[in-house]
Nanobody, 128 residues
Framework: QVQLAESGGGLVQAGGSLRLSCAAS????????MGWFRQAPGKEREFVAA????????YYRDSVRGRFTISRDSAKITVYLQMNTLKPEDTAVYYC?????????????????????WGQGTQVTVSS
C-alpha cells in the first residue's frame, strides 16, 4: 500500500512563505514523478508543479513560476514545495500526487489523470 503524507500547510500573510512536504511510503513504490496540485473553493483542481524523479526536470504553472520551487530528497522519497511571496489567490487545499514507474502510458505533468497516488491535502491560507 502506497501512502503520501503531506505536511506544512497553514495560515500566512501575503508576501510570506511556507514549505510543503510530501513523503511517500510503501515497500513497492518507485517514483517516476511527483507533483503538487491545488483546489480552491468552488474551483477545479489545478496543476502547480511537478518533478521527474530521475534527472530532476521540473514543471510549473505560469502563475507560480519564480515564486514556488519544487525539490526532492531521494533518500526519503519526499518532495517539497517551497512557496515564497505568497498571494491571497494561492489560498487552496494543496494535494501531493505521485506517478509510479509501473504506471504505463505517456506522462503529462499538468494532467491529474497521469498520477496514480494522491495525498489527503493540506490547507494553505494566505491573508491579505
Amino acid at each position: 500500500q502506497v501512502q503520501l503524507a503531506e505536511s506544512g500547510g497553514g495560515l500566512v500573510q501575503a508576501g510570506g512563505s511556507l514549505r510543503l512536504s510530501c513523503a511517500a511510503s510503501g515497500r513497492t513504490f518507485r517514483s517516476y514523478a511527483m507533483g503538487w496540485f491545488r483546489q480552491a473553493p468552488g474551483k477545479e483542481r489545478e496543476f502547480v508543479a511537478a518533478l521527474i524523479w530521475s534527472g530532476g526536470t521540473t514543471y510549473y504553472r505560469d502563475s507560480v513560476r519564480g515564486r514556488f520551487t519544487i525539490s526532492r530528497d531521494s533518500a526519503k522519497i519526499t518532495v517539497y514545495l517551497q512557496m515564497n511571496t505568497l498571494k491571497p489567490e494561492d489560498t487552496a487545499v494543496y494535494y501531493c500526487a505521485a506517478r509510479s514507474t509501473y504506471y504505463s502510458g505517456s506522462y503529462s505533468p499538468p494532467d491529474p489523470g497521469h498520477y496514480n497516488y494522491w495525498g489527503q491535502g493540506t490547507q494553505v491560507t494566505v491573508s491579505s
